[in-house]
């Protein structure tokens, strides 16, 4: 990538122009030929900027140095913990490994992978990524604009959502923690599985196909136990709705 248009993207992270506005100055910067790269770029971070514009200078800013156009990386996670994963604009695939190694996959847009301590830490911006996980102990997730779905055998898990929708198989889940700010969320979890749930919601609906225990149902608040209970799901949900499904114990190991 040239200096011009890390330049470009140093404008854009710093918040002194929009996505639309990087994307003419691509344009003209790289000229004719490599418009549609320009186009498919900006577009995927249009969809995570628009409402939240104020927002990208702090998320962009660890990308602009150093940078790189997609990526193909194998981590082996024997030693490590957790997974961090930061995507604006865009989408992000989840799937299990059995090779005890972290697979990612991207084509284009931005990213950025380290390797700290036991936590992997992956950043993504305008591009789709896939990634092929194995079992893990903590999956920290936020996304501005862009969706999630597949299945992740993480154990406690932590989303946040500022627009997007979010469809997750996970298997191995014994804590879930969701604060969202617009868009679906559906997550299966293990049937089998002693849960105490909590949702607050403000805008939205949460329906469920599990033989839950309901304790409390109003119209902002909803608790309710899945067996025995004892493992915590807590939702937070400003708008959007929720949708809790169950996983078969047999369907476990390949959601």
């Known amino acids: 990538m040239d200096d011009s248009i890390r330049k470009v993207l140093e404008m854009l992270s710093e918040g002194k122009i929009n996505a639309e506005e990087a994307e003419r100055l691509i344009n003209a910067l790289k000229g004719p030929e490599r418009k549609d790269y320009a ?13 939240i514009l104020e927002s990208v200078p702090n998320f962009v800013e660890p990308f602009v140095d150093p940078i790189n156009v997609g990526t193909m990386e194998t981590i082996d996670m024997e030693n490590k913990q957790g997974l961090e994963v930061k995507l604006i604009g865009g ?11 972290l697979d990612a996959m991207s084509n284009t847009g931005i990213v950025r992978i380290n390797e700290e301590g036991d936590l992997v830490s992956i950043k993504v911006v305008g591009t ?6 194995p079992k893990i102990k903590t999956l920290q997730t936020k996304i501005m604009g862009g969706n999630i779905e597949g299945s992740c055998p993480a154990e406690e898990i932590e989303l946040v959502c500022k627009g997007g929708d979010i469809d997750l198989a996970l298997p191995f889940c014994r804590e879930i923690k969701f604060n969202g700010y617009g868009g679906n969320l559906s997550l299966r979890i293990p049937q089998d ?6 949702v ?3 805008m939205g609906n949460f329906t469920t196909d599990l033989p839950l225990e309901v304790l409390e149902d109003t119209d902002n608040y909803y ?5 025995k ?11 959007g709705n929720v949708f809790l499904s169950g996983i078969e114990p047999s369907d476990g190991e390949n959601v």
């Open 223 to 227: 608790k309710a136990k899945l067996n």
């Open 128 to 133: 789709s990524m896939n990634l092929e996980v």
């Open 193 to 198: 599985g002693d849960f105490d749930i909590q």
């Open 229 to 239: 209970g004892g493992n915590l799901i807590e939702i937070e949900c400003k708008a």
């Open 200 to 202: 607050k919601k403000w």
């Open 91 to 101: 989408s992000l695939q989840f799937s299990q490994s059995d090779t005890g190694k």
């Open 39 to 51: 186009k498919g770029f900006t577009d995927n971070i249009s969809k995570g900027v628009a409402s």
